[in-house]
Nanobody, 130 residues
Framework: EVQLVESGGGLVQAGGSLRLSCVAS????????MGWFRQAPGKEREEISC????????YYTDSMKDRFIISKDNGKNTVYLQMNNLKPEDTAVYYC???????????????????????WGQGTQVTVSS
């Protein structure tokens, strides 16, 4: 059974930091590119960042690249999202997902993640207070 389990969300004050984790099981982690996404109340899901399975290169949505950092540990089947200088507008449910595509930057560029990502986690809530 494929599973992606996010953790690390919670309530944080503006300016604070959180590190989200996503543990994968049920598939060969090394064979998938990984992405982080978020969905705020009343808004569409948006992609934050992805990391390629092919070479480990990372990509970000422009508005988030200065504060968020994606990384992964293949030995632990885990992808992380370090979030710094959090703002109230970062409040959302955060999701990780796995894609068999080798070059995740095209999915980010084309906003085609609903087509390109194969597995999704259930999400973790992040709330940033002002």
């Amino acid at each position: 059974e494929v599973q992606l389990v996010e953790s690390g969300g919670g309530l944080v004050q503006a300016g604070g930091s959180l590190r989200l984790s996503c543990v994968a099981s049920g598939f060969t982690f090394d064979d998938y590119s990984m992405g982080w996404f978020r969905q705020a109340p009343g808004k569409e899901r948006e992609e934050i960042s992805c990391i390629n399975k092919s070479d480990g290169s990372t990509y970000y949505t422009d508005s988030m690249k200065d504060r968020f950092i994606i990384s992964k540990d293949n030995g632990k089947n885990t992808v992380y999202l370090q979030m710094n200088n959090l703002k109230p507008e970062d409040t959302a449910v955060y999701y990780c997902a796995a894609s068999s595509t080798a070059w995740c930057q095209y999915s980010l560029l084309n906003k085609s993640f609903w087509y390109d990502y194969d597995y999704w986690g259930q999400g973790t809530q992040v709330t940033v207070s002002s």
